[in-house]
């Protein structure tokens, strides 16, 4: 006997569900619905096709209700909403622009509503200037607005992953831009000694930055709109696009029995199937496990998402497929610069009081003896045990394959010793003998085997520096060109013959531009009996810490930086 099954929803989730099925059993009876007119289009790329990258509309719609039609077999109903579910009789009702109001019985369901963007209950919010981006037609809206003459500025509100990316494609556009983000930082997945690169990124771009600042009152002045933040300062502009995250669309499961997370999403069990019997959810509305933690959370991703559906297909057809979890593994272009991160950040491990350390390094992406050899942050964040809990990395190149490499480790509940002995694709174009990944994993099993004690910046700012020395071994060169003040400065070369320059009473916090030559130097000092401790990151990391202590002398860094082949070191 056949199956009738009703797919809510369309996009990642929903579509993917569906073509899984019918490649499952071509016999099942596939009804799709969807509210608006497009049922799989690529949401992802829509700020790139506002910013022109993207040239082609269509280019962003992956499957239509014809080629659903005649490839897989599917009813796509589209302008049709799935307004309540009858659980007990198994019946949906619709509301459908040409049937109106009717009910549609199942044997399954697959929800995928999907999320709704979040309007705060602001003064002035309803202004026709004030647009969010979720679909298809909001694309249109804002694209229609940027295209205008008269639109020379525009107002981000939220630096998320959809805020950046906005902000970056209307830059493209010409427009100036501002971005305002309530929380001290932008990106909320990276931690603040990686968020400042990207910062960075974005404000050599020329696009305005406010953190920390809210919006308390918006005010239509004509053909633009005032924003008035809640520190009291004003901004002015022909064009704000909201991106402060979104909320489960699941109003209309309220009542059905089927239950719902404190904040609305479905929670569904290891096989995505809700409370309701023979009904899954899939997508930006549930809540998930978190792969690496193993506490409920919420990850709306494109990846997971599809793969969910996947999932539920299996399990209608009877393949018992489960769902182990969401590690968060993202990535975003943020003008020349790549971020990418996986598994749980600071933030969420100090949350859970789950204990961790983390070790941060600054490679070349390629072999440095290679034009073109350009710096990134490779940060690893583990357990005492060495487990691998997340990772994150900013840069110009190399960035996104480096954090795929981690993610696909702790996705294989492996640890930072299996990182070193990782066998990875190396010609001097592309990588070093010794990969980033298996630097980190280096440096990682050095920490854990108590072969160096390391101090991150944030807590060299917190240091008595009465009852210890700051020793600086990188070259006299590099000294001069900035250092941190106090440090005296013996270079790893010489570091054996000056010992009796140093105090053993004294606890030595020693230093290099990266971190490597620093760990030799804390490897001739405490085997002379020195108590010692290697900065992470070396002074790079200190340019780059939101936690500068007094000491730092404020010398940026370059914007691309280049590495000597000889030294090691950014030029």
């Known amino acids: 006997m056949s199956k009738k099954v009703l797919i809510v929803g369309g996009v990642a989730g929903g579509a993917s569900a569906a073509a899984r099925l019918r490649r499952l059993d071509e016999s099942a009876e596939i009804i799709m619905f969807e509210r608006d007119e497009h049922i799989s289009f690529a949401n992802c790329g829509l700020p790139y096709y506002i910013g022109e990258t993207i040239k082609e509309r269509e280019a962003l719609l992956v499957q239509t209700p014809e080629s659903m039609k005649s490839r897989f077999n599917i009813d796509v109903r589209i302008y049709s909403e799935v307004i309540s579910l009858d659980v007990n009789n198994k019946v949906a009702t619709i509301k459908s622009k040409d049937q109106g109001v009717y009910e549609e019985t199942y044997d399954y369901v697959v929800l995928s509503p999907g999320a709704r963007a979040i309007r705060p209950n602001i003064e002035g919010i309803n202004s026709e200037r004030i647009l969010s981006l979720r679909n298809i037609q909001d694309t249109d809206r804002i694209k229609a607005y940027v295209d205008k003459d008269e639109t020379n500025s525009a107002v981000v509100i939220g630096g998320g992953f959809v805020g950046v990316e906005m902000a970056e494609n209307l830059k493209h556009r010409g427009l100036k831009v501002t971005i305002v983000e309530a929380a001290p930082h932008v990106m909320a997945p990276f931690d603040s000694d990686i968020v400042l690169a990207i910062e960075k990124e974005i404000a050599d771009h020329d696009v305005q930055l406010i953190l920390n600042d809210g919006v308390k009152a918006f005010k239509e002045l004509g053909s633009s709109v005032e924003i008035t933040l809640n520190s009291g300062t004003t901004l002015t502009t022909e064009l704000v696009v909201l991106a402060i995250g979104v909320f ?94 996986t598994g749980n950040n600071e933030r969420t491990l100090k949350r859970l009081n789950i204990s961790y350390q983390t070790i941060t390094v600054h490679l070349a992406a390629h072999a440095s003896y290679y034009p073109g050899a350009v710096m990134m942050t490779l940060k690893l964040i583990f357990s005492e045990e060495g487990k691998i809990l997340g990772a994150q990395a900013a840069g110009y190149d190399g960035v996104d394959k480096r954090i795929d490499v981690i993610a696909t480790v702790i996705r294989l509940g492996g640890t930072v010793t299996d990182l070193t002995e990782l066998e990875l694709c190396y010609a001097p174009p592309f990588s070093s003998a010794k990969d980033p990944v298996n630097m980190a994993g280096y440096v990682a099993e050095n920490v854990l085997a108590g072969r160096v004690d390391v101090i991150t910046t944030e807590q060299l700012a917190a240091y008595d520096q009465d009852n210890m020395i700051l020793l600086d071994v990188r070259t006299e060169i590099e000294y001069n060109g900035g250092h941190l003040k106090e440090s005296i400065n013996i270079p790893v070369d010489s570091l054996r013959g000056r010992l009796g320059e140093l105090d053993k009473n004294k606890e030595i916090l020693e230093y290099c531009q990266i971190g490597l030559r620093g760990y030799v130097a804390s490897r001739i000092l405490t085997q002379n009996g020195f108590k010692v401790k290697n900065l992470d990151g070396g002074y790079k990391s200190c340019l780059m810490s939101p936690f500068k202590p007094a000491t730092v002398d404020p010398i940026e860094p370059a914007d691309k930086q280049v590495i000597d082949p000889d030294t090691q070191v950014v030029k």
């Open 248 to 341: 489960p669309d699941t109003g209309f499961l309220r009542g059905s029995g089927i239950k719902l997370g404190a904040r609305g999403h479905i929670l569904v069990d290891e096989n995505l199937e809700t409370s309701a019997e023979n009904v899954f959810a899939v997508g930006d509305a549930i809540e998930v496990v978190d792969f690496v933690n193993k506490q409920n959370t919420t990850i709306p991703l494109a990846g997971p998402a599809n793969k969910q559906g996947r999932i539920a297909a299996d399990n209608i057809a009877g393949l018992r497929t489960s769902y182990k979890g969401t590690q968060g593994t993202s990535i975003i272009k943020v003008f020349g610069m790549t971020a990418a991160s």
